[in-house]
């Protein structure tokens, strides 16, 4: 399965960040193992993403805003497209790292308190991703 997982990760992250991008695998291995690459913007290098993957979670990391977001990765659904949800996280942060979306923190509607979502700065997507963040 390690092998599988860092296969899906690179297969993932080439399609998605091309010109413009730097992709650096870390070399970071913990007990199971977790894969993972920094992704860097060429154009804004003060934008980085660290993109996680360990066979139960997928997580998305923006170490400058101390942002994370994670997926739960399993299940029937997943075992049919294990890309799918990968690859929808690695679009939102591509877009986030082009500067096409911007981290905002907007109120609960249930609960007190801000959660922390990636709104995008273009009208045409519409889009925002909910994650979790420090203070």
Do not use: K
């Amino acid at each position: 399965m390690p092998h599988e997982l860092a296969t899906r990760l690179d297969r993932v992250v080439a399609a998605t960040f091309g010109d413009g991008f730097t992709v650096l695998e870390t070399g970071l291995r913990e007990n199971p193992p977790r894969y993972s690459v920094l992704v860097g913007s060429t154009v804004d290098p003060g934008r980085t993403a660290c993109i996680r993957l360990d066979g139960v979670w997928l997580e998305a990391f923006i170490p400058e805003l101390d942002v994370q977001c994670g997926i739960l990765d399993g299940g029937e659904e997943a075992d049919r497209d294990a890309d799918s949800e990968l690859g929808r996280l690695c679009r939102a942060l591509r877009m986030y790292l082009r500067g096409e979306a911007r981290i905002e923190r907007r109120p609960r509607f249930l609960r007190p308190g801000t959660r922390t979502v990636l709104a995008s700065t273009s009208m045409s997507s519409g889009g925002a991703w909910a994650g979790t963040g420090g203070a």
